[in-house]
Structure formats: structure tokens, C-alpha cells
């Protein structure tokens, strides 16, 4: 079980937070990124802990987040964080090694993809790479992942960059098919503020109704088309 968020937050200032529901997995990154980091590193096993661990400790500065840990759907997760806080580096960390999810992945804003088959050893090497300023893949997947990025992907994924992370809430629940006064009592706002939201989704992404853009965000991130089998 990961170490609870608000016991941690009271005694130590982190540069990093693992983000996977497996705890030996998270024990064996850790240890592995406590001398790269050089600063103390938080564990979490869900979204939700994520996202409280990032708000009570805002110095943060680099996640390793796995694709399929309680809370996180698919690339929704990746794409939440990079919404709300552009300024944090989000590392992937999963069991999934399909070319299509990773090329995903690194259009919409992660700095590294890492299998978690690979020694540690380069996963030390890819976090040192990210905290340089640069993005990282595994040196076997790179020409492939490179030679076939999906322009829809990068134009999908440029086009997200623009939305508030209010109106990136509000997409979210458009795909979970809410309606506007259902948004408006999940989000705590009156439904005219939804409505503008909305309006400024449906222009940003470039699409003609709420049903297109909730049916387009599944499509390109949905969850059930990125399995991580890993029960490390």
C-alpha cells in the first residue's frame, strides 16, 4: 500500500511522485531514482492521490505516471496533468509497449515513455535525459515510434494544449456524456458558465457539437485501448 499522501506532505519536500498502483514495482523505481533525483520522491497508487500530492506540493517537478492505475483512463490521465500543469514533466511508466500507444503518449506531452520491462539502469539514464530538457524513448522503439507519428494525433493533441484546464474538465465529462446541468453541479459553476465552455471546446477543437467532441477525445483516448498485463 502506497504511503499515505498527507503523512508524507508533512515532513518532506519532493522533487518527483511514482505514480503506480503496484507498490514492488514503485519500491524497486524508487530506490532505483533516489540517487538520479538527489531528493525525496512521494509514492501514490491513484489519481486522485496524484492530483493531491501535486496541490499540497506544488515544487513538484516530474511525475512517473502508469497508463492504467486506478483513476487514470488510458492517456486521460497524461493529458489532465499536462492541462493543468504544464510546468511538470510527465514520464510514462508502463507494461504496454505497442508503437501506436507510445507515439499517443509522446504527442500528447510526455517527456519519456518507458517500458517497464527495461533495466533500471535506463530508466535512470531516460530520467537524467528529461530533467535535461530533452524527451526520451528506448533506443529500440525510437525510429519506429518517430518514423509513423500520427499527424491526427499531434493535430488532436496541439489543439487540447488550447483549452483551460476548466474547459478540459468539461471535455472530459462531455465524452462521459453529462449534461450541461450535470457538469455544473459536478464542477461547482452556474450552467450558463458550462455553456461558455462549451462553446469554447467545440471552437478549439475545431468540431460541430458536444457529441462530436466527447465521440473524439474517447476515440484518441480511451482506456480500453491501452492494456498494461503488468502485475509487477
Request: contains cysteine; aromatic residues 6%; hydrophobic residues 45%.
Amino acid at each position: 500500500m502506497a504511503t499515505s499522501v498527507k503523512n508524507s506532505i508533512g515532513f518532506t519536500m519532493a522533487r518527483a511522485i511514482i505514480a503506480d498502483d503496484h507498490p514492488l514495482f514503485r519500491a524497486a523505481l524508487k530506490q532505483a531514482l533516489l540517487e538520479t533525483l538527489e531528493a525525496p520522491i512521494l509514492e501514490v497508487a491513484s489519481f486522485d492521490q496524484l492530483l493531491e500530492a501535486i496541490e499540497q506540493q506544488p515544487q513538484v517537478e516530474l511525475v512517473l505516471l502508469d497508463l492504467t492505475m486506478p483513476g487514470n483512463r488510458g492517456l486521460t490521465g497524461l493529458t489532465s496533468l499536462r492541462s493543468r500543469y504544464p510546468d511538470i514533466l510527465v514520464v510514462i511508466v508502463s507494461a504496454n509497449e505497442q508503437l501506436q500507444t507510445i507515439r499517443q503518449a509522446m504527442a500528447f506531452g510526455a517527456s519519456a515513455y518507458i517500458p517497464k520491462s527495461m533495466p533500471l539502469v535506463e530508466l535512470q539514464q531516460a530520467v537524467h535525459t528529461v530533467l535535461a530538457g530533452d524527451t526520451w524513448l528506448p533506443e529500440h522503439l525510437r525510429d519506429a515510434v518517430e518514423a509513423e507519428a500520427s499527424e491526427q494525433h499531434v493535430d488532436f493533441a496541439q489543439r487540447l494544449e488550447q483549452l483551460t484546464p476548466q474547459q478540459f474538465r468539461v471535455l472530459e465529462c462531455l465524452a462521459d456524456g453529462l449534461l450541461n446541468k450535470q457538469i455544473a453541479f459536478e464542477l461547482n459553476v452556474q450552467e450558463t458558465t458550462i455553456k461558455q465552455h462549451v462553446s469554447a471546446i467545440l471552437r478549439k477543437l475545431n468540431v460541430i457539437n458536444r457529441t462530436q467532441a466527447g465521440i473524439l477525445f474517447k476515440q484518441m483516448l480511451n482506456a480500453s485501448e491501452f492494456s498494461d498485463v503488468s502485475d509487477v
